[in-house]
């Protein structure tokens, strides 16, 4: 039997091991997916649950007999996705525990998807435990979590866990190329920064205020070299938003300094995660030593551990740039 597990990207290894529980036919009564929101776990859970009920016996799931036609169509009266409204309370539990008692009136087999499970609460987990533990034997129940470790160990245990690792740089980038159309410069710098994560890596790639930003970043690196006191003031308030953002702008010019000094200690490209801005940080290496790269490098980790704390905002970047300036300006 062969098994074909279609659009998920980069998490061979899991297919791979859930291909060959399942064409031992061990399906588990209940899986977890853990894994961080974009690496693809609710379409892994879909084409696991694809697979189960699929009624081809020599590939599954086949994406053409009638219970993957209805699957794909979302439409599949044995395949049951639940999400919860915030969190997952006990009277969706209740209502899950119903649902799983009714067999399955089509085919042999009903799969019940829960969304993430980090939001449930502990009385809800409690519940759902009996649920685990004495599933009916056409039941499959799929959870999917961020984090596994928000779950009591009781429910950890009971299912089979399946961990969707960050995907590698290159296999985003192709992806990116081959899928959305990108350029192989674009997909480079994209996959860089996405984190190993695809649905980061697609949607950076048409968030214009991504690419904004970095135009931005580049310019304030410009000005920071060139030194004019009142400009770099001027210059905080691209890191003075909201705080998830802050600190995303600081990652951001972190890692244009960490480029730079990539390039100065080794002259090698390959490394480079602003692959779009080669000439500028060839320019901007050239003037800038490696000790003060690294001095550079340190002020704005340590701008990006003050936020933790109760420091004042704005100051604390006026306070890093300022810092800055002075590093380079030696
Ligand atoms: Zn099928």
Known sequence: ?????????????????????????????????????????????????MAITCMNNIEKPCHSCSSCLKAVSQNHPEIKIIEGDGSIKIDLIREIQKEIQLKPYEGKRKVIILYDCETMTLQAQNAFLKTLEEPPLYATIIMITVNSGSLLPTIVSRCQLIKLNPVNERTIQEYLVSHEGASMETSKVIAAYSGGNIGNAVKMLYNQDFKQKREELVKITKELLRGSLTNVLELADFFTLEKREVIENLDLLMSWYRDLLIYRETQHLDFIRNYDKIEEI?????????????????????????????????LNMEVMLLNIQEVLSW
Do not use: P, W
Not at 8 to 15: A, P, R, S
Not at 20 to 34: G, P, V
Not at 290 to 301: A, P, R
């Open 1 to 49: 039997m062969e098994l074909t597990f279609r659009g998920i990207i980069g998490q061979k290894k899991i297919i791979d091991h859930i291909k060959r529980a399942l064409s031992e036919e061990e399906i588990s009564h209940a899986y977890l997916i853990e894994g961080a929101v974009g690496l693809g776990r609710r379409r892994v859970a879909k084409q696991l649950a």
């Open 282 to 314: 060839v320019l901007q290496s050239k003037n800038i030593n490696t000790y003060k790269l690294q001095e550079v490098v340190y002020i704005i980790e340590d701008a990006k551990n003050k936020l933790k704390s109760n420091v004042n905002f704005q």
